[in-house]
Structure formats: structure tokens, C-alpha cells
């Protein structure tokens, strides 16, 4: 089944705890990206990936890291989490890097940072 | 329709009938559209999308319209039924900083059924 699938589902932390949120997707996509929905706000990008080792910032990308290493997989690392960085994350990805098509998303990944 | 803030802009429609749910883009120089629908507990999914070279397009009981003067965007959904009670989003694709795409998401309008 083609799917991106995000993992952990759930993630409870405290300040300052390094984590890293895994996504991987099994449609050979170029594109994939990494945004964060707040209530009332919509989801807002985080970082986007166009092909391997292609990264670039969306609009929120303080306090987050990625990487695209292979073509599969592009985890989204918090190197010193923040209570402000509590919100539900969602990971996508869209066949071509550099042309904009529609994005599949995983089923999201809520964090809380106490 | 849509906008930034706490609270989502709601739209409550008979089952039956046709909704229509708005949408302001920002950028002039976006030229990809898409609406999305999310429902409580998923990821979004997507449902119709359309080029800045055309301003109509139909699918299955969905329509979109593009008015890039004004830069507007609308869903129409036809004989809305129960399981289309979501949130939905409209979504702007523009070029990024380094060839890539970036995609900005409108703020949502929850949409409820009424049986």
C-alpha cells in the first residue's frame, strides 16, 4: 500500500531533550516536507526536501532539523525542544521535487514538551 | 471563508445541499491550487487542484473555481453528504528560495452536516 508513514504517533518529552521524529514514504517521491498544525493557524512548513541531500527552509523552521540521506526517509530532528514547539506534525510528500503537485501526508505525530 | 485566528470559520449545511467554501491567496505569483480535507484524527487528503491557467475544474461532485484577479479560490461541494463533514483547507504552491516549492496553507473552515 502506498503510504508515508510517521512515527511516533504520540510523543510526550521535557525541555531540552533531543528527539527525532522518523517519516518514510514508499512511492519513490522526490518531494517531502514537514509542517506543523496549531489550532486555528493551519499547517504551516517546517522544512521541505526537493531530492536527496536538497533541503530548504519553509516558514517555521527555528529549533528543527532534517535531513534527506535517502530518498525514502526524511526525519525531523528537535535538538533542544521547547514548550512552544508542542503541536501535531504532519510529514508529506509529492512525486516531482521541483514541480508542485499534490502532497500525500502521513496521519501526523502529536508532541508535547513539558 | 478563511482566515488566521483561534478559532476556525464554520460552515453548517443541510445534507442535500450544495456547500461552498472560500479561500483568499496571498501571493500573486502562485500558480498551483489545491484543496485538501481533513478529517478528525488524519493527515489531510486531496481532493481537487488546479493551475493558474485555468479558472474551472470539475471532479466527482467537487468544483473548483480560481479568480485571480481578486485572488479567490472556492470549493463547491454538490449534494454535500454526511461523511463530508472535515475541515478543509486551501493550499498556494510558489517557488522557493533554492527551485524547490513551497506550499501555505489557509487557516481551515470546518464544514458540519446536518442530517
Known amino acids: 500500500e502506498a503510504q508515508v508513514t510517521q512515527n511516533p504517533r504520540y510523543l510526550i518529552t521535557v525541555t531540552g531533550k533531543k528527539l527525532t521524529v522518523t517519516c518514510s514514504q514508499n512511492m519513490n517521491h522526490e518531494y517531502m516536507s514537514w509542517y506543523r498544525q496549531d489550532p486555528g493557524l493551519g499547517l504551516r512548513q517546517i522544512y521541505y526536501?526537493?531530492?536527496?541531500?536538497?533541503?530548504d527552509k519553509g516558514d517555521v523552521p527555528e529549533g528543527y532539523k532534517v535531513s534527506r540521506k535517502e530518498k525514502r526517509n526524511f526525519p525531523l530532528i528537535l535538538e533542544s525542544p521547547s514548550p512552544n514547539q508542542t503541536s501535531l506534525y504532519f510529514c508529506a510528500s509529492s512525486y516531482r521535487g521541483r514541480q508542485p503537485e499534490k502532497l500525500f501526508f502521513g496521519s501526523g505525530t502529536q508532541l508535547s514538551v513539558l | 471563508g478563511e482566515s488566521v485566528g483561534l478559532h476556525l470559520p464554520t460552515l453548517s449545511v443541510q445534507e442535500g445541499d450544495n456547500s461552498i467554501i472560500n479561500c483568499a491567496y496571498s501571493n500573486s505569483a502562485s500558480d498551483y491550487f489545491i484543496w485538501y480535507k481533513q478529517e478528525s484524527g488524519k493527515g489531510p487528503q486531496f481532493i481537487i487542484d488546479i493551475r493558474s491557467n485555468m479558472d474551472k475544474r470539475q471532479g466527482q461532485r467537487v468544483t473548483v473555481l480560481l479568480n485571480k484577479t481578486v485572488k479567490h479560490l472556492s470549493l463547491q461541494i454538490a449534494a454535500t453528504q454526511p461523511g463530508d463533514s472535515a475541515v478543509y483547507f486551501c493550499a498556494e504552491n510558489m517557488e522557493g528560495n533554492t527551485g524547490g516549492f513551497k506550499t501555505i496553507f489557509g487557516a481551515g473552515t470546518r464544514l458540519f452536516v446536518k442530517a
Open positions: 526536501s526537493m531530492n536527496v541531500e536538497v533541503t
